[in-house]
């Protein structure tokens, strides 16, 4: 089983890193057709892609900051995203058709 964390920031990546998560792989994009059942995904996916992810069978969490509007479109440190309390927290998500 593999688990992605999926982030284009460096900041977030080092933060991950630091939060000793098991990461089996660090990616920019998550290709949804490359993750399996039983798999785990980590980020802050769109929630349509989260849904996908979820309706594969694999886990998803969410790193969750609660961001200030004042930080909104800046590139946050590894130590910006602990000073915020940033946490991975666990969802399911389901597309209602």
């Not at 977030?12 to 890193?17: F, G, L, T, V």
């Not at 802050?44 to 992810?53: D, R």
């Not at 309706?55 to 000073?83: C, K, M, N």
Request: aromatic residues 8%; charged residues 20%.
């Amino acid at each position: 089983m593999t688990t992605y964390f999926v982030s284009r920031h460096p900041g977030a990546i080092e933060w991950a890193k630091r939060q000793k998560l098991n990461v089996t792989q660090f990616v920019a994009h998550l290709d949804t057709a490359q993750v399996q059942h039983g798999d785990t995904v980590i980020g802050s996916l769109p929630v349509n892609l989260a849904a996908q992810v979820c309706a594969i069978g694999a886990a998803y969490w969410h790193v969750s900051v609660a961001l200030p509007s004042t930080l909104r479109g800046q590139e946050l440190s590894a130590d910006d995203l602990d000073r915020l309390q940033a946490r991975v927290e666990r969802f399911h998500l389901q597309a209602i058709e």
